[in-house]
């Protein structure tokens, strides 16, 4: 089964061309799931049932998963098995018919004023980490661009001159400008700590961690979560608060949803209502 799941992780990679990132994520799910099996007996994925997928989420469920969570996990499950049908490892696909848990969206309040200039004062101006780190949520802030898209954002997707950034994902792209007082940030950031930071190494990467290579979903989530502790923030600041904050700020300043929706590049203009 480990065999399948290279297989499976390298045609996403090479032939998907699916983000770094996100393989990382599918590969860790399907481990999970591989390890689970190996201890039921169960080597090879031509012999699991939707019976024993069940047993396995019900697992999850018991281990107190939370069930966004154990809904990512299926999603992983059924990608593989889907794959598996096609390069004929499997002769019927067991996670066809699988349904993932029940999840209540929530949709993120946005964060107040006062603790948003708290959160972003956090960030050290004099270290290498805090000029990136204050790049980072700056930016977020001031473009409501979305995690995924901040830790793919390459250096050529950056016009500091003319102020604006272009995000890609879903083969669509958009563009976020963006004023003076971020330039200055991320100047500050491109022309000295990235430099020390990728210790001679070359990177496509805008930011980088403290190792050279490029930031992962869980270092950004990581980096919020540090600073609203430092701060003796008690409110549960995510990414996605940032995003709904940026939202908020457009939606009073009078732009029409369509034009909000351009800006935070959604599907649908449900999230977009609330404001009005």
Request: glycine share 4%; hydrophobic share 35%; proline share 4%.
């Amino acid at each position: 089964m480990e065999e399948t799941i290279e297989l499976y992780t390298d045609f996403l990679k090479n032939i998907r061309h699916v983000s770094d990132n996100t393989v990382s994520s599918y590969k860790l799910d399907l481990q999970k799931m591989c390890n689970y099996f190996m201890k039921q007996g169960i080597y090879s994925p031509d012999r699991i049932t939707s019976t024993d997928i069940n047993g396995y989420i019900l697992w999850l469920e018991k281990q107190g998963i939370a069930p966004a969570t154990i809904s990512r996990y299926v999603a992983s499950i059924k990608s593989y098995f889907h794959y598996m049908l096609n390069i004929g490892r499997v002769t019927n696909d067991p996670a066809m018919l699988i349904k993932p848990p029940f999840v209540e969206k929530k949709v993120p309040k946005p964060v107040q004023t006062e603790l948003m200039d708290k959160l972003l004062s956090q960030p050290n101006p004099f270290t290498d980490k805090g000029i990136r780190d204050k790049a980072m949520l700056e930016l977020m802030y001031a473009t409501g661009i979305k995690v995924s898209e901040i830790i793919e954002l390459k250096i050529d997707n950056l016009n500091i001159d003319l102020g604006y950034i272009v995000c890609s994902e879903s083969k669509k792209e958009r563009m976020l400008s963006f004023d003076d007082r971020i330039k200055e940030f991320l100047s500050k950031y491109i022309n000295d700590a990235r430099i020390k930071m990728l210790k001679g190494k070359e990177s496509p990467y805008l930011f980088v961690n403290c190792r050279g290579n490029n930031m992962s979903r869980q270092g950004f989530w990581k980096i919020i979560k540090y600073y609203c502790k430092e701060a003796g923030i008690d409110e549960n600041i995510s990414p996605y608060s940032l995003r709904s904050s940026f939202e908020e700020c457009l939606s009073k300043r009078g732009e029409d949803v369509n034009s909000i929706k351009n800006k935070m590049g959604y599907i649908s203009s449900a999230s977009v209502k609330k404001f009005r």
